[in-house]
């Protein structure tokens, strides 16, 4: 059980000379996401030689510029490259549009599956299942409609503890998915060995958050309650709260108070106003609340080993 | 009169590490115009130190992604710069409809005047027309449809030769006007001092052509000829001019053929393929037939003054 996450781009608003717009390239339990595609995300990964062929998840918070001009390009640079591999793209309604329209009027057909995922709900909705990960959109309160997104790793079958297994010749192999999921072991004479006595427990799932860009809202808190990593944006220091209000942001110190609410292990601070040219206020102020944070920044990779 | 061009990108197809796609900057007599605008285009200008507020022209040639993905992000931190000067863009049918629906999904209002100018003709067009310069369109054979642009200074009036005026007192400042447009003097005794002896030549007007992309096709000649500059594209060398063909691009010793026969004075080259390592090999096949060949490479300024 392991998350790799990378930050591409962490600034808000406008791509500027050393300020990428907000996008991730997360690896959670070998499934890879990527998340948010600002204008410039494939260099930014070919920067940090990630490759393309591993993105089949892409998932857009919300249909801000900053946050989604990169994905056009995104799509034609994968076309240009022969891909035949299906894409699933997770967005508000109107990005399928934005991005049809483009490939039409460009006369571009595709030669790969591009599967639009378009989202609408006001509700939490789980939209990626599979046998190791699950994906749940976290609805979030912006100037128009967004959503967080949750990562989850699926909890695994308990281990086998074979150092105490192949001391009981009784037990077979056609036992072993039994134990694996759970269950006590009946031997033939009716004597019963508690499961716990013959499995360990399994890694601990892994969990993340990405929460940009939202005003503070404590409806998200029962969602990400407990997740290991917390991304929520900090577009604003409290010195500015007003214009954090009046734009539907949040300040270092509201992203530090939902994260101790929410009882998660890290929070991860971004999506920085141009306005600050000092980076540390951000994690000083969020640190007053909550003490496990860290600063988003451009090319920064953050690993969970469980 | 003067021309400075500043390149901001002369690769093809897609954005990569150390190549970016097609847009150039052009001062001519004091006028500013964007010419094609691929993603990544607003980065280009903050590294060249161009101020956003000198571009009121925008020319796309056509829409494939390599010559306007930039466009969106660009006009959307035109708005969250308060810019408050109109912006015209000129490109094919379409544009308009992709530009609005981006901006009208991100509930995105301009606080500047966006005027779109489409283009559909297959003939050539004047397209802008002010006192210092002319813009026509050059139709260009690609698998969409495509324009290059011919930006012309306009010819001045012929500049007053006062070394020789001020010793005649009979030519007054009001006769001025008609020397300068020509006219020969005529004094009251009836004879006439003629309009050379009088004037100087105006400095040359300037003319600019690029034309990007496009299969090798002499049908531009008569609308470029003599221009002290042509931008040509050059995806491939001759070794590839199968793939030219089927691409509807131009290989280096096309290009340089154009150049040729339209009796221009520079040949500029770009939109290279991304097959090629060694870019001197274009400037090499193009100088077989043409001479005055000159390679683009991102951030080369290129400057003209008669």
Known sequence: MSLKLTILGCHSATPRTLAHTSSQFLE??????????GEGTQRQ???????????KHVFISHLHGDHFFGLIG?????????RDKELHVYGPTGLKEIILLQLKLSKSWLDFPLHFHEL????SELILDNDKVEVHTIPLKHRIYTNGFLFKEKKQE????????????EIEICDYQNLKSGKDFKSEDGSIIQNKELTLDPPKP????????TAYSESILTLIENVDLLYHESTFLEEHSELAKKTKHSTALEAGKIALKAKVNKLLLGHYSSRYKNLNLFLEEANQVFNNSELAETGKQIEIDN
Chains 1, 2 share one sequence.
């Open 206 to 213: 892994i969990s993340y958050a990405y929460c940009s860009d």
């Open 74 to 82: 995104l799509i034609s640079t994968f076309n240009l490259l022969n």
């Open 28 to 37: 959670l339990n070998k499934d890879c996401f990527l998340i948010d595609c």
């Open 45 to 55: 990964l070919r920067k940090y030689k990630i490759k393309f062929s591993r993105i």
């Open 158 to 169: 308990r281990k086998l503890n074979m150092s105490v297994i192949s001391k009981l010749p």
């Open 120 to 123: 609408n709900s006001a509700e």
